[in-house]
């Protein structure tokens, strides 16, 4: 599976928007970027998912560069409720080891009022 | 997406017993996982539970101390055996629902503390 570079702390005035980078410069064209958050004392939150395009859910947007090796989560109006760690992960296709879920060490995002 | 739930929520347990852990998700998956995590780490894979055939496990984790079953498509257990200190993690569930995009969930985790 392809590694995943984030930065291990950023914060970010509440209401404004929070941009999580992530690089991935050895992913594989068939391998998909995924973004899941760690609230404390909770399971992991799947937030969103793409392949090439950007994508955006009720939740946040994906942005993916056009060479694929880096991506940013946007989260357009940050809260209180959003400071947790966001993992960036790259998965493989379900057909290369049934897809796992890696999870590297991630971005502790504080939303400061 | 999938209800994930897991008994119990929590547990402080002596080295040198077992505790087994049940997940029970709300509707059929394609795909179960157990992942554990330590104090202050991100989580780490410790095996795929195979519905009907022995679990899948990752490097450094072997079978005689996380046993796990799958007997059908909704329900899996892990079981820590002959626990250390060590062992304190939480542990959770993770399935891969079938017919969505292949996304995977999480449950809220068992927070085990063994002294």
């Known amino acids: 599976d392809a590694k995943t570079t984030q930065p291990p702390s950023m914060d970010c005035a509440e209401g404004r928007a929070a941009n999580l980078p992530c690089n991935h410069s050895?992913?594989?064209?068939?391998?998909?970027v995924y973004w899941y958050r760690q609230i404390h004392s909770q399971g992991p939150q799947y937030i969103i998912h793409?392949?090439?395009n950007n994508e955006t859910n009720e939740m946040a947007s994906l942005i993916i560069t056009e060479d694929r090796k880096s991506s940013t989560l946007i989260l357009p109006h940050a809260t209180l409720r959003d400071t947790a760690v966001y993992y960036c992960?790259?998965?493989?296709?379900?057909?290369?080891?049934?897809?796992?879920?890696?999870f590297g060490q991630g971005t502790e995002l504080s939303v400061k009022p | 997406s999938a209800v994930i739930s897991q008994k119990p929520s929590r547990d402080i347990c002596q080295r040198g017993t077992s505790l087994t852990i049940q997940c029970q998700v709300d509707?059929?998956?394609?795909?179960m996982f157990w992942y554990r995590q330590q104090p202050g780490q991100s989580l780490t894979l410790i095996a795929t539970?195979?519905?009907?055939?022995?679990?899948?496990?990752e490097s450094g984790f072997v079978i005689d101390k996380f046993p796990i079953s799958r007997p059908n498509l909704t329900f899996s257990t892990l079981t820590v055996s002959n626990m250390s200190p060590e062992d304190s993690s939480i542990y959770l569930c993770?399935?891969?629902?079938?017919?969505?995009?292949?996304?995977?969930?999480f449950g809220p985790g068992t927070r085990l503390t063994v002294l």
């Open positions: 050895t992913i594989s064209g068939n391998e998909y």
């Open positions: 793409g392949l090439k």
């Open positions: 992960i790259v998965r493989a296709p379900l057909y290369n080891q049934g897809g796992k879920l890696i």
């Open positions: 539970a195979n519905q009907g055939s022995e679990a899948t496990y």
């Open positions: 993770s399935v891969r629902v079938a017919g969505s995009t292949d996304t995977q969930y």
């Open positions: 509707s059929q998956v394609t795909m």
